[in-house]
């Protein structure tokens, strides 16, 4: 697969200062505003907290790519269920997407590629985001088989446009709009895993098909038992990598300030996108938007609220990470480890272990 140019990769470091920019622009406004009148409405309220949202997803998607440039990769290829692995992204993603109106429909044939599973788990929710951002009506996804020569393609379809305007000429901000750095992120997770990413519009309809040729032969009896040996392996491997989980997202219960910045600093380091709420409601709502990747909170939270909200997740999404936290002496354990499913955690071991925690949970769901 051909890689970017050094004056593609400047294009691009030139559209991340544009999308960082335009956003922390109107958020400054907004704010000279309210240092002008002393007030803020709801609607300024609204558009400041866009602005700002949109600004860091602008530079985690910058991060991102700049993992993909480091040159510092690592993938370890092994078998990948990819219609599990699609199905797990799209239950993760379900409320987000009931939350903005897309309908996604989906017509998964069974398909196992090698790839690498971090950097795999990484496109398909890249994919997600760029086509909820331009979809003006639903996504329809399908993983088949090519006849000859065998290949895997997965491809996703939707309106770019709004239904009025699907039969009208191509406008000039369509391809803006499509060529976002979620798209760049799309195009070059695919192109460093060996996957051609094929992209065509017409009429107001994107559709993108990524082409899979690594496909994995039929497993053989005894192909599915993997020792803990072989799971500690794989997190060293991980471990190895360049930010592997970056992009991923966080979302951190606590009301103590210490518990908080303890858990901030320990993860600091792996390009995670951590959100911090200090209660039960706060988390629900959050929750509510859209899932995180992982639910990491204080013991001292625990109670019936938490409890509902625990297993109103588990229903949506069977291995959803979470991770209690414990301000008293508690040995570190895996979800494996445990009898409900909750990986725990010490505060003071923190530092050194959650990382590698977070690395093994994570990396479960590939």
Known sequence: MPEPTPVQWAEIVQQLGAEIAGPLSAALEQINKLATTGQIDRRGLRLLKRSVDEARTAGMLGQQLARLSSGRLRLNRERQNLTQMLRHVLAQRSRETQNRGVQVRQSLKPVEIWADGALLFSLLNALMDWALSNTHSSVDLRLDLTP????ARLSCRFAHRTLELLGDEGEPG???????LAWRLVEQTALTLGVLPLREQEAGITLLTLEFTQLAPEPQAGDDQRTQAQLDAQT?????????????????????RELRADTLAAVRH?????????????????????????????????GEPLQQLIAGIHRDVPDFVFVEMFDREHGTQLSTATGDGIARIARRHMADALPSLLMFELSKRT
């Open 148 to 151: 000859w020569p065998v290949k």
């Open 236 to 256: 060293e491997r991980l471990d190895g990598n360049s930010r592997p989980l970056a992009g991923c997202q966080l979302l951190v219960l606590s009301a103590s």
């Open 174 to 180: 369509d391809e803006a709009r499509l060529d976002s």
């Open 270 to 302: 792996m390009g995670l996108l951590v959100d911090v709420v200090a209660s039960v409601p706060e988390a629900e709502q959050f929750c509510q938007d859209g899932l995180p990747h992982a639910l990491l909170f204080d013991h001292a939270q625990m």
